[in-house]
């Protein structure tokens, strides 16, 4: 009989994946991160708005007083990136999960339900695709920003609310193409078709076969869309329509979009170090999504 | 007996993979002469592929390779690229299931028998090898072969595919040609086509051919003599005559028993499982399913040795063909 | 008499083959099934044989309306199955179940043996303890009750396929259609799942649909067989005709491509060989579908096509010119 004892396809999914140094090394990195966030008036040194001290403040080099230096009405750098980060990472995490969601639905159904159907909305996904993404973002945003009675559900333009629902609206197509692809792939598959030969219902076959069996693709595609996500509020914030709160609120986007002044001032902390967190959170999570890919490889499955 | 041309000893093939280290060929010993049919038959697990893959130098580096494969004098293992890649496709060639992967879609089907054709004979002009590229296209049965040689491999179809694929296999007259499972994946009309084509080159050429199948009855259509592998080792050798009129080995008897033939109202199948080589059973391999199994089986793995007119790895040949006369 | 568990008449299956996706399609029709007839009896076996491209797969697809049928009848306990509901045609389904070729893609990666087992149960709402049932599914089928915690990747081929019978057997139908159930099967476990088929129909009386190209095994364990070439059935009867006295010169011809594993006889007897390869299913052969490597092709072959006709040897074939 059978040798080994019993691995079930997510443990050895999991081994699989702990044995790409670089994604667990990133998910000690991220973890720290998320910890420092969450924990964020401990650890963080200041408040969000509050002076480092007295003027002389401003645009203080990386000391003591001040890890990351100070930005141009002295406020601590390292406090602000860690506030900006929280914000940052909500952003994407929800884009990336409200996106995926949607992904999935459009994809999954578009893929079973097939022919025609399946070219429309498939056409409607390449239209979407198709638009220039900072033009469409920023036209969208004023258009629907200046509705009324939108601005109670998704909020004000610079809320973060409102960059959650702008930055989903057009990030939920990468997800739906590779959902649609896996679906396709299995729908042929023969379980399936016992399946239906056992006279389940489209929407059991989707839940209880299509799914579980497309997890691996969907969650590389949910890692790449928070970094995505990520990079489109560091995007936005860049020219200016990040999310402001007002009360010095700031995300990474903002911290980022305030390097452009930094570099011919030669403040380098300003552009350094928001640029090298934004670039180590884009790196470990796609370590992470690659990882995610080799791990959930559906050949693995059969054992071989 | 004519002449060796493919001489194999002592084979070890282990894969390191990740559960562990994988002993695919555990020891095998063969001989191909000049013009024989051979025949390999096995199941999974039983390291038949991997043997002549072991030849050919086709394993990837993974692949711990021991023993000694002596084609036409000189020796393969170990040798450097470039003795290896003259002897493939020059001295020994081999074909495998699949025709349409081992063809390239984009590349006309002529052009692909010219570059084999070029590979190993250097000095050959282009229009001398566009000529023997359509003789061999003939050689092999397809019609029109001066018109078919500029198609595409999609535009052919699954026999003649194979047939191309014979066709530049044999371009350079190798000694041996391996043929790893060349029928099984082709409806049964088709098979005998190819097979007769295989023959035909067979006596035509004077090329040995290794025929690897799990298939009895095409062993018994054209093979001369037959190796039988089970679990990395060879279990049973001999002619083929005498090979299925009195097989010595439990495992080769196994087999024939659970053919469906007439008469028959059960079938009679070896009971248990294929082999999993990253945990080799002890002793002989096919102990675990053997009826006759005793624990002497279990004690090491034996090797082949002469048992009238056939080579055998069973320790108790003897006694099993005597209980089988007096039953 | 009693009807027949199965009847199929004038069976027609097309297939589109959409070119390309796009504004504008050619269409090609694919003619997998043209005007297949048969019937199955209660506790018989019919075997179907062919090779690629000769339609049984598809057929054992329509009878379980896996696909739609482009016309014909097919009629299960007397019943049609055409044009019922999702309802209705769900209740018909437990009556009749299928076993598919590769055990490898027939079960769910992600769920327990167990739970794929059960699943048939689960779909239709059956009542009561899914574990009992599914344990004695488990050794009925030869295997062991605590199997089912485990996942497929941790049996062997012959295993996973005993774990598609015995899902197969969960509904206790009245049919099952075994679509080529032991090519994927290493020889020396082939033998162990033919018997099972064997002892489940004596045990539980089902009716088999048998489809494969082997034809010793079919030979081993069907009642009745029929040989499809080209989506048409050439040849149908009951097995000792078929053969021993085969009269269409296809069988003929197939008979004697399977080689015999025997070295005197298998040499000794006389081969006909076909010329060429099965045509595309797309633009099938005028007339009579075999003549482009029929030995006897005339062109009354290719302006006609031959009807199945009785014999004397007591079986049906479709030749203008039979043996």
């Known amino acids: 009989m059978t040798e080994f004892a019993t691995i079930s396809p997510k443990r050895m999914a999991m081994r699989r994946f702990l044995s790409h140094k670089a994604a667990v090394g990133s998910c000690v990195l991220l973890s720290i991160m998320v910890l420092a966030v969450i924990l964020a008036p401990i650890s963080a040194r200041y408040g969000v708005n509050e002076s480092v001290r007295k003027p002389p403040n401003t645009f203080l080099p990386p000391q003591k007083l001040a890890w990351f230096g100070t930005d141009d009405i002295g406020r601590d750098l390292y406090s602000r990136l860690i506030y900006g980060i929280r914000v940052s990472l909500i952003i994407g995490l929800f884009t990336a999960v409200i996106s995926t969601v949607i992904g999935c639905v459009v994809g999954a159904v578009a893929g079973f339900r097939g022919g025609r159907f399946d070219d429309i909305v498939m056409r409607v996904t390449d239209l979407f695709l198709a638009f220039p993404f900072l033009v469409a973002l920023l036209v969208i945003r004023n258009t629907l920003g200046s509705i009324g009675w939108l601005i109670a559900i998704i909020g004000d333009k610079s809320s973060v609310r409102f960059i959650v629902f702008l930055l989903s609206f057009f990030g939920w197509m990468g997800v739906a193409r590779i959902v649609r692809g896996q679906v396709l792939a299995l729908k042929e598959r023969e379980f399936i078709e016992a399946a239906r030969a056992v006279g389940a219902t489209r929407r059991y076959i989707v839940r209880r076969h299509l799914l579980p069996n497309s997890i691996g693709p969907i969650m590389v595609a949910l890692s790449f869309a928070v970094v995505g996500a990520i990079t489109a509020e560091s995007t936005l914030a860049f020219f200016g329509y990040g999310p402001q709160a007002g009360d010095g609120a700031t995300s990474l986007g903002i911290l980022v979009g305030a390097a452009k002044g930094a570099v011919q001032t030669g403040y380098w902390w300003i552009a350094v170090f928001p640029c090298f967190a934004l670039v180590l959170i884009s790196l470990a999570i796609n370590f992470i999504g690659d990882a995610l890919r080799d791990a959930t490889d559906p050949r693995l499955d059969r054992g071989e | ?327 | 008499m009693n009807q027949p568990l199965l009847q199929v008449e004038n069976l027609v299956k097309n297939f589109e083959l959409r070119a390309n996706s796009g504004i504008r399609k050619t269409k090609r029709i694919v003619q997998a099934v043209s005007d297949v007839s048969f019937s199955v009896d209660k506790g018989q076996t019919l075997g179907i044989v062919g090779e690629s491209g000769s339609g049984k797969t598809t057929v054992g697809r329509c009878i379980l309306q896996l696909l739609d049928i482009t016309s014909g009848t097919i009629s299960f306990e007397g019943k049609t199955l055409g044009g019922l509901s999702f309802e209705e045609m769900r209740q018909i389904r437990r009556k009749m179940q299928i076993v598919f070729q590769d055990p490898f893609a027939s079960l769910d990666p992600k769920m327990t043996v167990g739970s794929s087992i059960a699943e048939p149960l689960v779909v239709q709402g059956v009542a009561g303890n899914h574990e009992e049932k599914v344990a004695s599914l488990l050794e009925l089928v030869g295997l062991a009750a605590d199997h089912a915690k485990r996942f497929p990747h941790e049996f062997s081929g012959g295993q996973r396929q005993r774990v598609g019978i015995a899902r197969a057997l969960a509904l206790d139908p009245a049919l099952i259609v075994l679509d080529e159930p032991v090519s994927a099967l290493d020889v020396s476990i082939q033998a162990g799942v033919v018997n099972l088929f064997g002892d489940l129909q004596k045990r539980l009386g089902m009716s088999y649909v048998f489809i494969a190209h082997d034809l010793s095994v079919v030979r081993h364990i069907a009642d009745r067989v029929a040989v499809m070439y080209l989506g048409k059935i050439v040849e149908i009867g009951d097995k000792k005709s078929i053969y021993e006295h085969p009269t269409h010169p296809y069988t003929k011809a197939l008979l004697s491509a399977v080689p015999i594993p025997n070295p005197t006889t298998e040499r000794s007897r006389s081969r006909i060989m076909l010329e060429g390869d099965v045509p595309s299913p797309v633009n099938p052969p005028s007339g009579c579908r075999f003549r482009t490597r029929c030995w006897k092709a005339t062109e009354l072959c290719a302006s006609s096509e031959p009807q199945l006709v009785v014999r004397p040897t007591g079986q049906l074939s479709a030749c203008h010119f039979p043996e």
């Open chain 2, 1 to 327: 007996m004519s002449e060796l041309v493919l001489s194999i000893r002592d084979l070890r093939v282990t894969f390191d993979t990740p559960l562990g280290p994988l002993e695919a060929v555990r020891g095998v010993d063969l001989d191909v002469h000049a013009g024989e049919m051979m025949g390999v038959v096995g199941e999974s697990g039983s390291g038949k592929s991997v043997t002549f893959l072991a030849a050919m130098g086709l394993l990837p580096h993974q692949a711990k390779v021991s023993g000694s494969v002596m084609l036409n004098g000189q020796e393969m293992l170990g040798a450097s690229n470039k003795v290896l890649r003259n002897m493939r496709g020059g001295l020994m060639s081999m074909i495998f299931q699949d025709p349409l992967s081992a063809l390239n879609p984009v590349h006309r089907v002529g052009d692909q028998i010219v570059e084999m054709l070029k590979a190993h004979q250097q000095k050959m002009s282009d229009k001398d090898a566009a000529k023997r590229a359509v003789e061999l296209l003939d050689i092999v049965g397809i019609p029109q072969a001066s018109e078919r040689a500029h198609q595409y491999p999609h535009e052919f179809s699954g026999g003649m595919r194979q047939r191309v694929v014979i066709a530049i296999a044999i371009a350079n007259n190798p000694k041996v040609l391996i043929a790893d499972e060349p029928t099984t994946a082709l409806d049964v009309t088709v098979q005998a086509q190819i097979l007769e084509v295989i023959e035909r080159v067979q006596k035509s050429f004077g090329t040995a051919v290794v025929l690897i199948t799990h298939d009895l009855g095409v062993i018994a259509r054209v093979a001369d003599r037959v190796n039988v592998m089970y679990a990395g080792c060879n279990v049973e050798k001999g002619g083929v005559e005498s090979l299925f009129d009195h097989p010595s080995h439990p495992y080769t008897r196994g087999l024939l028993a659970s053919l469906p033939h007439e008469g028959v109202e059960r079938l009679t199948p070896i009971t248990g499982f294929p082999p999993n080589m990253l945990m080799p059973p002890p002793g002989c391999g096919f102990a675990p399913r053997c009826s006759h199994v005793t624990d002497a089986c279990l004690a090491s793995l034996p090797s082949l040795r002469t048992f009238s007119d056939l080579e055998t790895a069973c320790i108790r040949a003897e006694e099993l063909v005597v209980k089988a006369g007096l039953s």
